[in-house]
């Protein structure tokens, strides 16, 4: 079993919809979460991070985990076109441990 | 690209040689970070150095070398003993050792083609 599961998709929505991005994870000592954006032929940029379990908002972004289920979840409301790119999830352990990212999830908004 | 430069963005050799790419950062981060990114792969740590003068191998060191003279820059070199050179690397960083890992910062990215 991989450490950190992500489905590559891609998946399309139109505009406007509310999209949900997910990983799962078999290691119970991950405590980071983070969430990276990134467009074609450039550099992941990172979106949210958040420690533990719980939710945590930033405008159109909302982070998720669940500890219990080992599943951390994106959601991007009244998505648009720009948010198309693929999205990396990415755990670690403690703050001194490297980070393992997910394969990524190709999103297409759909005009 | 949150003030980390990468150059160049396409860089093309032939098999067998040997070729660096650059990783310069004005973040003022004490560790940075090389990553392979393959499509179907996710990324993969190369290296990573927590502070000047020292590095530590990742996951997929074999063919690779890296030297950290100075705070600012973290040159990858690709040897000819790397068997599939070809892909996009990444370069990170992050803040001070210690105060995690997380929260690393991308380059915007070297596109590297052998044939």
């Known amino acids: 079993q991989k450490e950190v599961e992500q489905d590559p998709g891609p998946l399309s929505v139109p505009e406007g919809a509310i999209v949900s991005l997910n990983c799962t994870y078999s290691n119970s000592a991950f405590q980071y979460f983070m969430w990276y954006r990134q467009y074609s032929r450039k550099g992941p940029e990172l979106l949210m991070y958040t420690y533990s379990s719980g939710n945590k908002e930033d405008g159109r972004f909302t982070a998720q985990v669940d500890k219990s289920s080992k599943y951390i979840s994106l959601f991007i409301r009244d998505s648009q076109p720009s948010d198309s790119a693929t999205y990396l999830c990415?755990?670690?352990?403690?703050?001194?441990?490297?980070?393992?990212f997910g394969k990524g999830t190709r999103l297409h908004i759909l005009p | 690209d949150g003030g980390i430069t990468q150059s160049p963005k396409y860089l093309f050799r032939k098999e067998g040689q040997n070729v660096t790419l650059s990783c310069e950062q004005n973040l003022n981060h004490d560790a940075m970070y090389w990553y392979r990114q393959d499509p179907g792969q996710g990324l993969r740590l190369i290296y990573y150095?927590?502070?000047?003068?020292?590095?530590q191998k990742g996951d997929i060191a074999e063919g690779y070398s890296v030297s950290r003279e100075k705070k600012e820059s973290f040159p990858l070199t690709v040897t000819s003993a790397q068997k599939n050179p070809t892909a996009f690397y990444l370069c990170?960083?992050?803040?001070?050792?210690?105060?995690?890992?997380?929260?690393?910062?991308f380059g915007p990215g070297t596109r590297l083609t052998v044939t």
């Open positions: 150095s927590q502070i000047v003068n020292d590095f």
């Open positions: 990170a960083s992050s803040p001070t050792p210690g105060q995690g890992l997380y929260e690393q910062y």
């Open positions: 990415a755990m670690s352990a403690s703050r001194d441990d490297k980070i393992i």
